[in-house]
């Protein structure tokens, strides 16, 4: 079974611009979940989306937004770009199917790694 | 607020050497706790969560709420265990947001 992919892999922007990540789950899976990867932050949690609706929201600024699409793929989507937005960013596929509020196993993608200049 | 210590930023062992890996938490309840790692150019995946109660690849990791702790533990370290180990924790209907350590790389040296 192919795994989770994330388009691009690799991002250069200048502030002030908007940038689009992509996010394919595994077939089957509707829970997509976001984060951000900083050396500084560590692993950040930015959204997770199921059936096509927010289902949990980090403690980001509204320029970080998401969506997710019928078919379950997702996009994140950063509006003016700051320097401190370079990072590593994560998308995690899941079933989605667990008791409400319960942790359902995470498959993580490689990443797309951000830069702003 | 939840929170994810992980005191160590590098872990050096010999091979066969006994391996703990320290996380300490800080919840207001009952959290779901996992370990993640993350080997050289591989993506991030689960090694093990704390209601399973399993032993992945020899390590184990016990629930401690009165010091609110997850340490992580191999009895005797191979050189294949060296990566990078995040401690992360979900909260209680937090379903999958995790709140993630800032993680340990381990080092096993032969």
């Known amino acids: 079974k192919a795994g989770v992919t994330q388009t691009p892999r690799y991002l250069i922007k200048t502030r002030g611009q908007q940038v689009t990540l992509s996010c394919s789950p595994i077939?089957?899976?509707?829970?997509v979940s976001w984060y951000q990867q900083t050396p500084g932050q560590g692993l950040q949690f930015l959204f997770e989306?199921?059936?096509?609706?927010?289902?949990n929201k980090g403690n980001f600024p509204g320029r970080f937004s998401g969506r997710q699409f019928s078919n379950s793929r997702s996009e994140m989507n950063v509006s003016t770009l700051e320097l401190g937005d370079s990072a590593l960013y994560l998308c995690?596929?899941?079933?989605?199917?667990?008791?409400?509020?319960?942790?359902?196993?995470?498959?993580f993608g490689p990443g797309t790694r951000l830069t702003v200049l | 607020a939840q929170r994810v210590t992980q005191p160590e930023k590098l872990l050096s062992v010999f091979k066969g050497a006994p391996v703990e890996l320290k996380c300490n938490y800080s919840?207001?309840?009952?959290?779901?706790l996992f370990w993640y790692v993350q080997y050289s150019r591989q993506r991030l995946q689960l090694l093990l969560r704390?209601?399973s109660r399993e032993s992945i690849k020899g390590f184990t990791a016990d629930l401690n709420k009165g010091e609110t702790s997850f340490h992580l533990k191999k009895p005797f370290a191979q050189e294949e265990d060296s990566a990078m180990y995040y401690c992360?924790?979900?909260?209680?209907?937090?379903?999958?947001?995790?709140?993630f350590g800032g993680g340990t790389r381990l080092m096993v040296k032969p």
């Open positions: 995690a596929s899941s079933l989605g199917y667990g008791t409400s509020g319960s942790y359902d196993e995470q498959f």
């Open positions: 077939s089957g899976h509707r829970s």
């Open positions: 989306y199921f059936s096509e609706t927010q289902r």
């Open positions: 919840y207001s309840g009952s959290p779901e």
């Open positions: 704390h209601i």
């Open positions: 992360a924790l979900s909260g209680l209907g937090a379903g999958n947001m995790l709140t």
